[in-house]
């Protein structure tokens, strides 16, 4: 059987674990709220309503496509392209393909900088694997101008921070849903989360302060998962609605 991404792939064990899963989307939580083709997520009105349930199913795709056969996640990719249109539709307007790029740029990303706090650090060629994955995920849904290496991807990411993100009014209201949501503690985590895999751009935009009070957990975080109680952590700081989606998170 034909995987989409090979088992012995580094993607699969920086998707395989839910604390990394969880900063990716915590750091890509925070560029959302800043690219500037976010009206889009509000259009159908279910980020804002319900952003840790957008969240999961989100996680959800992306976990299909990381350890499914290869038919069966060209088939989630085929889905997700199909969603996508239909907003459009709705809308009668095209998804700028900037804001596609954009997304795919976020996911490369913040798995790098998500297991490199949270596991080691990635050997170039590592790094060349996370983009090659996630440039076929791209290829799939007919992604144009995509750089064709991690080295060349580099710049074209910096770039595509300067020119795409900036602090709005859906910004605001989207940070605004996130504490509503998460509660005052949960949103202060979510915080200090997101300082410390976000690029310096989105830092600057969402004048956050260099100071990070979550850091020196990280090492007694890493400590308490080696010796099996991470659960407890995850139990005290999660919320209870989403502990099974986030429970099932790790694959064995």
Known sequence: MEFFVDKGSVVRQIWGK???????????????????????????????????????????????????????????????????????????????????????????????????????????????EVFRVFYKVGKGLGLQELPSTYEEWLPVRRQHLEDDLGKSSYSIDLYLQYKKHLGLLRYALLIESQKMVCPKRVMELLEFRNVNLLRPAVGMYKLMRRIKLDWLIKAAILPSKYKAEIKALDVA
């Open 18 to 128: 839910s604390d990394t899963v969880l900063f990716i989307f915590a750091g890509a939580s925070a560029e959302f709220a800043l690219n500037k083709a976010v009206d889009w997520l509000y259009f159908t009105g279910r980020l804002p309503a319900d952003p840790l349930g957008r969240l999961f199913s989100t996680v959800s795709y992306a976990r299909q496509i990381v350890f499914s056969e290869k038919t069966a996640a060209t088939q989630a990719i085929a889905k997700i392209a199909g969603i996508h249109a239909a907003v459009e539709k709705n809308r009668n307007a095209k998804i700028p393909a900037w804001a596609y790029r954009d997304v795919l740029f976020m996911l490369i990303g913040y798995s790098i900088s998500s297991f490199e706090l949270l596991e080691r650090k990635l050997s170039a060629a590592e790094k060349e």
